[in-house]
């Protein structure tokens, strides 16, 4: 089992440490809902170290991406980030991932932890033709840590004298923090305001403690990936092997924008024009429960008794106060209002169709 370098942080902060994704990572430090609801008020400190990072180089980065990606990272300018799916010749989602591109010919990017061996095996089998191209996974020399909430900006201001109130949302810069050389975004998985830090590996131990030793103002929390993922749900924001895998295609998703058939050509393309042409079968929605009960992955979904889908993502949201979720169904029960049944245990339990994201953030960061 592989281990962050804030692992022995961890440890000795208490937290709750779980197998993820070949990784022992921290599920909670004190409790999953209060974490969570610190950072919708304030802030809280995640590692995501886990997460896998490639550089992309040379004369054709940027082509060799624009034909990769389903996204146009050609309209991405420098020092901008980009949310894109990877999709393999059916159309199917491989991952889910961020795009940071530094010049044209200089990207980074960050993609799901389960999924790094296979993303990088995928690159360098496409980057074939493209014979200038560099790929290198640097996970392992490059950490990263998130802070997310509406105090994230105060937080690094205050700990650091830096200003980073001037970046706009999905921007990066390269920043010293301290003694720190790092490279922050203003990005996030949470629906809050926040950033994700880069940095040299040797130093993220150090990083994380400044912000916990600096932060006097009792607004900054570290928060584990239990409360991760009941944030990132309410925020309408997919996992990747729950929500999408490659037997499911961003047509089907709430993140079909991402998809870009004006461009000239990308791996899927014609996969998925031929699906957008036939029409769309089955959708991503979002539910909340009606009757009381958690679903979960893999619960069968149901309508006048016939199983129509199945639940890929659920939980209750401390922020609503409800029982959400996300479920794959046929399109045509898809639809703002539809009442249908989730199978929990052995009850058929009432939930209806709700809009996603099921909270967003308010004007309230600071």
């Known amino acids: 089992m592989k281990k962050t370098p804030l692992f022995e942080t961890h440890l000795a902060m208490n937290a709750s440490m779980v197998a993820f994704s070949g990784y022992l990572m921290p599920i909670q430090y004190n409790s999953i809902i209060k974490e969570h609801n610190f950072v919708r008020k304030h802030a809280g400190l995640f ?23 389903a996204n146009d990272v050609k309209r991405l300018a420098d020092n901008k980030v980009l949310y ?33 061996e296979k993303d990088l095996s995928w690159l360098q089998k496409q980057s074939n033709p493209y014979q200038t191209i560099v790929i290198r996974d640097v996970t392992d020399d490059i950490s990263l840590v998130a802070l997310q909430g509406p105090f994230s900006r105060h937080i690094i201001e205050t700990t650091f004298n830096s200003d980073v109130g001037g970046m706009e949302k999905f921007s990066f810069q390269d920043i010293s923090l301290g003694d720190f050389h790092t490279t922050i975004s203003r990005t996030g998985y949470t629906g809050e305001d ?31 990936l239990g ?14 092997g729950n929500d999408m895998d490659e037997t499911v295609t961003p047509l089907e998703t709430p993140i079909c924008w991402t998809v870009k058939f004006d461009k000239y050509a990308f791996v899927g393309k014609e996969s998925l024009l031929r699906l957008k042409e036939k029409g769309i079968r089955r959708k991503l929605a979002g539910f909340e429960m009606i009757d ?24 209750f949201s401390p922020t609503t106060n409800k029982t959400i979720g996300l479920c794959l169904v046929s399109s ?7 009442e249908l049944g989730v199978r929990i245990r052995d009850k058929t339990c009432a939930a209806r169709i709700v809009k996603i994201p099921f909270y967003t953030v308010s004007s309230k960061a600071v």
């Open 332 to 338: 045509q029960y898809a639809g703002i209002g539809e």
């Open 84 to 116: 894109t799916p990877i999709c393999n010749e059916e159309g199917g989602i491989i991952d889910d991932i961020l795009v940071y591109r530094r010049n044209e010919k200089h990207f980074l990017l960050v993609v799901n932890c389960a999924n790094r």
């Open 47 to 69: 590692d995501i170290s886990h997460m896998g990072r490639f550089e992309i180089s040379g004369n054709n980065a940027c082509s060799f991406l624009q034909h990769v990606v």
């Open 227 to 240: 409360a991760r993922d009941t944030l990132r749900l309410e925020a309408g924001l997919l996992l990747y």
């Open 292 to 315: 009381r009960g958690i679903p979960r992955n893999g619960y069968p979904v149901l309508k006048g008794g016939e199983v129509i889908g199945k639940v890929t993502s659920g939980s």
């Open 194 to 224: 926040g950033f994700e830090i880069f940095t040299d590996t040797k130093d993220v131990v150090k990083l994380w403690n400044s912000f916990i030793d600096g932060e006097k103002t009792n607004d900054l929390l570290p928060a584990g």
